[in-house]
Structures are given as structure tokens and as C-alpha cells.
């Protein structure tokens, strides 16, 4: 029940934090890349790398996964993988990642219960982790630009079927805005700044300018 005694300026516990959240990559692989006829690829791979930057700059936990990498789909993207050298890739046989327990026993070492997932194909490699995690009580984001289907109708209706379930639909710039979340944050704002010229398309311009007509600390 709404009582305004209560009400002050504290953030909502289900916005995302670098304590919260885990972020769990699946199957961004050559093969699944050549099926995807979602959106533009190019612009897939834009914002998977922009997402996978903002986890590194916030220090929140990733587990890489991959599907029958030296049978069929190829090696993780590289340029994902250059973004965490060195860090364990994790290759399945199962569509579903939630049915391989390297990947499981991962997401539960980090104590996390926010997931965010991004991934290959929408409909199947997204959908079948998504609705089992949801199943065990996580929460469950998913970064529909960073992800895509093999047609525009099998990503909508993949997003549509999982928001259904109670997964929260969200975009890349979205997630590191909200791990952001305050300007003030000094340790994170030149990387956050960073990573939007890089990746942030028209808006990575605007800070380019502003910071040049403005200076330097023109807030995002």
C-alpha cells in the first residue's frame, strides 16, 4: 500500500547494478551469425561488443558460452572474445545452455540472481536458457539488440514469448546507463564515455561534440 511517508530518494532494487548482475553471452558465433536475418548483423555485433565493454568497465561478471564450436558454428566472436582475454569460454552440445552444468554451476557461482543475456538465435538459444532460468527464480533481462533471430517474426515473437514469462526486454545502451546511473560516478564516467563514442552511433557523436564544444566533462 502507497504511503508517501515512505517515499525518498533511493533507486528501485530491481534496476541493475554492478553487484546484482551477471551477464551471460550465448552462442555469438560465425555460423549462427550467418543465420540471422533479424537486423543487421553488423549492428549486432555493434552492441554485443558495446554490452560486453560495459561489464568490463563495471567489473560485473560474464560467462561465455558457446554452442558445437569445432564441429559447426565456429570460435566466439573476436571481438567479444578480445574484450575478456583469457576468460573461460564455455562450450556446449545442448541448445539450451540451461541444460549444460558447466554453464549453471557458473551463473551460480557468482551469487547473482539478475541474469543478462544476450545471444544466437533469439527463438532457440535465447528462449530455452531464458524461460529455464526464470523457472529457478532468476530474474531474467534480455538485450534484444545484442541478440537475433533467423527472421524478423522469430525475434518478435521470441521476445514477445519470453517478456510473456517474465523476462524484462531491455538494449545495450540501456544496460550501461543503468550501471551508470549517476554522472557523479567518476571511476566509471570516462569509460562509460568511451565505450558510447565507440559503439553509440549517433549518440557516441553527440558526446563527441559536446565534449569538444563544451569540454571534456560534458555529461553523457
Known amino acids: 500500500m502507497f504511503n508517501i511517508a515512505n517515499v525518498k530518494a533511493a533507486p528501485s532494487p530491481d534496476l ?25 548483423r553488423t549492428a549486432i555485433v555493434n552492441a554485443t561488443v558495446g554490452l560486453a565493454k560495459a561489464a568490463k568497465a563495471f567489473d560485473v561478471p560474464v560467462v561465455l558460452t558457446t554452442v558445437a564450436a569445432e564441429s559447426f558454428s565456429g570460435p566466439l566472436l573476436p571481438q567479444l572474445a578480445e574484450v575478456f582475454p583469457g576468460e573461460e ?45 526464470l523457472g529457478q527464480g532468476y530474474e531474467v533481462y534480455v538485450v534484444a539488440d545484442a541478440s537475433g533471430g533467423i527472421s524478423p517474426q522469430a525475434h518478435e515473437h521470441a521476445i514477445e514469448r519470453m517478456v510473456s514469462a517474465g523476462a524484462v526486454p531491455v538494449t545495450w ?28 552511433g549517433a549518440y557516441g557523436l553527440g558526446v563527441v561534440y559536446a565534449q569538444s564544444v563544451i569540454g571534456a566533462h560534458a555529461a553523457g
Open 89 to 133: 569460454i564455455i562450450d556446449r552440445t545442448t541448445m539450451n545452455a540451461w541444460e549444460d552444468s558447466a554453464v549453471v554451476e557458473a551463473i551460480k557461482a557468482t551469487g547473482r540472481r539478475k541474469i543478462i543475456i544476450s545471444g544466437l538465435w533469439t527463438e532457440v538459444c535465447l528462449v530455452l536458457p531464458v524461460l529455464s532460468a
Open 16 to 40: 541493475l547494478t554492478p553487484d546484482n548482475s551477471v551477464m551471460l553471452f550465448v552462442d555469438h558465433q560465425p555460423q549462427m551469425f550467418f543465420g540471422t536475418g533479424s537486423g543487421d
Open 173 to 200: 545502451i540501456q544496460v550501461l546507463l543503468e550501471l551508470q546511473r549517476d554522472w557523479a560516478r567518476g571511476e566509471t564516467y570516462l569509460p562509460v564515455m568511451e565505450i558510447v563514442k565507440e559503439h553509440g
